[in-house]
């Protein structure tokens, strides 16, 4: 287990679960896997007294997030500083349908993590630099060129530590009211599952190359990218 796991439930009161808290979870397992299972996340700051929230590219290593964008961004700029930021990445596993539109919900899995970032170099960049392209499609790194110097220049990578984080998950169908269950509604769940479509060629692919092994991997397999190793 990594910095989240506690015995005693929540790293701090600023990360308890406060509605519904049976749904939540602090152990770093549960943390992980939904972090792996999201594709994207979202980083919130306070930017001159103004609430800012931008998707970003991610992936982790061990107890570590690591945030990927340009140098030119005035957001990573200000993360790498060490201003205090929220992250938070969603999956959506299923459509939940109630007999009335009050309990209507989704099924899900998220988590948020609070803390601070800071920029990192050299090898440690190289590394969380795979970890954000192999969060996406493992394996893929190691079938593309490396970045170069001037790549590496003009991209911002930043560390930020798992130790404040929280997950919320949901699973099962409607929670109707007992006088609603008689009404003639349909009521149940309809499951989400990730499926991706065939690759497409770029258009200036060079002829004779082979379809990418990570791709293939990916779009064949059971949709959990995890699984796709």
């Not at 982790?60 to 929220?86: E, F, I, M, N, T």
């Amino acid at each position: 287990m990594g910095r989240v796991d506690t015995a005693a439930g929540a790293p701090s009161e600023f990360t308890r679960v406060r509605r519904l808290p049976e749904r939540a979870a602090y152990d770093a397992g549960t943390v992980h896997a939904v972090l792996d299972a999201a594709m994207i996340g979202h980083v919130g700051v306070v930017r001159e007294g103004r609430p800012v929230v931008i998707p970003m590219l991610f992936g982790r290593v061990g107890d570590d997030l690591y945030l990927h964008g340009s140098v030119a961004s005035q957001l990573l700029r200000a993360l790498g500083a060490g201003v205090p930021a929220c992250f938070t990445a969603t999956v959506i596993d299923g459509l939940v349908y109630a007999r009335s539109a009050f309990h209507h919900s989704m099924n899900y899995r998220s988590v948020v993590v609070v803390g601070t970032a800071s920029t990192v170099h050299g090898d440690e960049k190289m590394c969380g630099l795979r970890a954000v392209v192999d969060h996406i499609t493992p394996g893929r790194w190691d079938e593309a060129r490396p970045p170069n110097e001037l790549e590496l220049r003009k991209t911002a990578l930043l560390r930020m530590p798992i130790d404040e984080a929280s997950a919320k998950i949901r699973v099962g169908g409607p929670a109707d009211e007992p006088e609603d269950l008689a009404l003639p509604v349909w009521a149940g769940h309809v499951p989400v599952t990730p499926r991706f479509a065939p690759p497409v060629d770029a258009a200036d692919l060079r002829p004779g190359v082979d379809r990418s092994s990570a791709v293939a991997r990916l779009v064949d397999g059971p949709g959990d990218r995890a699984a796709a190793t």
